[in-house]
C-alpha cells in the first residue's frame, strides 16, 4: 500500500546552518506531497505542497521539489532559526477518490542559538 | 484567524470505559476527518465525513469507533470499550471541500489507557 518514509530525528542545528529533512514514498500514478509542521502545543499546520513531479513547493524559506524519478520529497532549508524548531511531517495524498492524508512518523528539529 | 480546537487536550480513563473527544471545526467547512498517532509511530488516518455520513474510513476504524457531528459546530469521536492500544494523540481536521484544498487540524486530544 502507499507509504511515506522520512528520516528519524531528532534533527539538532545551530541557528543559520543548512537543514536536509530526507522524505521517501510509495504510491501507484501521482500522488500530491505535503509537508505539515506541527509546533509546540499546537495542530498540524500545512507548509508546502507540491501535486505534480517536477513542482516545486516553496514557504516561509522551505523548499521541497517533487522527484517522481526517486519518489523523494526532500525538505530543505538554507538557514534555520530558533523559531523553526518543531516536528515536521511528510505526508502523500493518493490522486484520486480519497482525501485521506497518508503520513511519515515526523522529524523533530531543534535549532540551538 | 479561524482554527480547529479540540478538548479535552488530555483526557486518562480505565481501560473498558466509553470516551468521547470532541472536536469544533472551522465553522464555513464542510468535510472533517480523524487521525490518530501512537507515540513514535505514525499519524494514522480513521475516518472522514461529510453531509453527516462517513465517507471513508480505515481499517482501525471498526465497530469501537463513531463519529457524529450532534449540533452543527461539534464533531465528536466515540470509542465505547477503550483497549490499551488505543492510548494515542487523536487529531482532528476539517476542510473547506474535498479534493486540493488544505485540511486544518487541531491540536489533537491526547489519550492514555489505564
Known amino acids: 500500500g502507499d507509504s511515506v518514509t522520512q528520516m528519524e530525528g531528532p534533527v539538532t542545528l545551530s541557528e543559520e546552518a543548512f537543514l536536509t529533512i530526507n522524505c521517501t514514498y510509495t504510491?501507484?500514478?501521482?500522488?500530491?506531497l505535503f509537508w505539515y509542521v506541527q509546533y509546540p502545543g499546537e495542530g498540524l499546520q500545512l507548509l508546502l505542497k507540491a501535486t505534480k513531479a517536477d513542482d516545486k513547493g516553496s514557504n516561509k524559506g522551505f523548499e521541497a521539489t517533487y522527484r517522481k524519478e526517486t519518489t523523494s520529497f526532500h525538505l530543505e532549508k538554507g538557514s534555520v532559526q530558533v523559531s523553526d524548531s518543531a516536528v515536521y511531517f511528510c505526508?502523500?495524498?493518493?490522486?484520486?477518490?480519497?482525501?485521506?492524508?497518508?503520513f511519515g512518523t515526523g522529524t523533530r528539529l531543534q535549532v540551538f542559538p | 484567524e479561524p482554527e480547529v480546537t479540540q478538548t479535552p487536550s488530555h483526557q486518562v480513563t480505565q481501560m473498558g470505559q466509553e470516551v468521547i473527544l470532541r472536536c469544533v471545526p472551522i465553522?464555513?467547512?464542510?468535510?472533517f476527518y480523524w487521525y490518530r498517532q501512537i507515540l513514535g509511530q505514525k499519524v494514522e488516518f480513521l475516518v472522514s465525513?461529510?453531509?453527516?455520513?462517513?465517507?471513508?474510513k480505515s481499517e482501525i476504524f471498526d465497530d469501537q469507533f463513531s463519529v457524529e457531528r450532534p449540533d452543527g459546530s461539534n464533531f465528536t469521536l466515540k470509542i465505547r470499550s477503550t483497549k490499551l492500544e488505543d492510548s494515542a494523540m487523536y487529531f482532528c481536521?476539517?476542510?473547506?471541500?474535498?479534493?486540493?484544498?488544505?485540511?486544518?487540524f487541531g491540536p489533537g486530544t491526547r489519550l492514555t489507557v489505564t
Open positions: 504510491a501507484t500514478g501521482y500522488p500530491s
Open positions: 465525513f461529510y453531509n453527516n455520513e462517513i465517507s471513508e
Open positions: 465553522s464555513n467547512h464542510l468535510y
Open positions: 505526508a502523500l495524498r493518493r490522486e484520486r477518490d480519497t482525501d485521506k492524508l497518508i
Open positions: 481536521a476539517s476542510s473547506e471541500d474535498r479534493g486540493s484544498y488544505e485540511q486544518y
